[in-house]
């Protein structure tokens, strides 16, 4: 079974940061990549950051470079969303998904998802 879970979102001020995380497991592509996404109330999911497991390179969309750090270790199973200087507008649900092949940032092309994990910034 397929299983990705989020984790370590919560309500933070603007200007801070925070670290989520995705678990990833029981997937049997030979390469894969996670990607992660958000979406805020009212709007579409946005591709924010992807890693594939062939190259281990990071790719984000330019709407969050140089704030959004994605790493991972044990070979993609954990894979991790750092966002510092947070802003109002970062507020959504955090999602991370896995897809066979190399990373994307269109939602359509994902197979699995997890459940997501709730970032509020206050401003």
């Known amino acids: 079974e397929v299983q990705l879970v989020e984790s370590g979102g919560g309500l933070v001020q603007a200007g801070g940061s925070l670290r989520l995380s995705c678990a990833a497991s029981?997937?049997?592509?030979?390469?894969?990549?996670i990607g992660w996404f958000r979406q805020a109330p009212g709007k579409e999911r946005e591709g924010v950051a992807c890693?594939?497991?062939?190259?281990?390179?990071?790719y984000y969309a330019d709407s969050v470079k140089g704030r959004f750090t994605i790493s991972s270790d044990n070979a993609l199973k954990t894979v991790y969303l750092e966002i510092n200087s947070l802003k109002h507008e970062d507020t959504a649900v955090y999602y991370c998904?896995?897809?066979?092949?190399?990373?994307?940032?269109?939602?359509?092309?994902?197979?699995?998802w997890g459940q997501g994990t709730q970032v509020t910034v206050s401003s």
């Open positions: 998904a896995v897809k066979p092949g190399y990373g994307s940032f269109d939602f359509l092309h994902y197979d699995y």
């Open positions: 029981g997937f049997t592509f030979d390469d894969y990549a």
């Open positions: 890693i594939s497991s062939s190259d281990g390179s990071p």
